[in-house]
């Protein structure tokens, strides 16, 4: 049995994630990745499966903690009172953004390589699940306040996909134009405010 040489799997996701930043993921050769970190092909397959294996092993673990982050705030948020969230719905902790922007900025190799790679689908994938709970949760914030925009159709179900589409792929916008961390809170800060104005409207708060 082949003895697992200490550190190797390292070496070969440091090697992966600059194949995959200059080449994207299609173009990245696992030769090339093997051969920088020298060691074979053999040994990707070994520890990793295949390409897309040794991609997944390199993003999923942060886009598993993202989602879980940003579910857990939806679902703190739904546990208050109907009145208190109809009275915060636009004014409840403005800090998770700039928590967001961190987060983000804390692993920027990971979020560039999601946006470099968008060929392989992750990105969107985890921006599909992003907008399928904050869609979710935005049902649940009308049913649990009695907002009638649903109801009255000012408000439909496409819009509510339309907008939070627009919205969180605006915020990753801070990746693809490689803002820095100061631009991106402020530009992060503009964003929202913009949608919260729209949002006011179309919930009847403005």
Known sequence: MA?????RSDRLLECAREEFMEMGYQEASLRVIS???DTTTGSIYTR???KEGLFHALVDDTISELLTWFREG????????????????????????DQLVDFIYARWD??????RCNDIGCYDDMLHEIIEIETEYTYRFIEATGNDAVSSGKLSSMMIHILSDAFYSGLFEVVRHEMSQEEAHRYIRQLRRFFVHGWSDLLGKG
Do not use: H, I
């Open 74 to 97: 939806q679902q703190e948020f739904a546990k208050k009172p109907s009145a208190e969230q109809a009275g915060e719905a636009f004014t409840y902790r403005p800090d998770l953004w």
């Open 3 to 7: 003895r697992r040489v200490e550190g």
């Open 35 to 37: 051969a920088k970190a």
């Open 48 to 50: 990793f499966g295949d």
């Open 110 to 115: 990971v979020f560039r390589l999601l946006v």
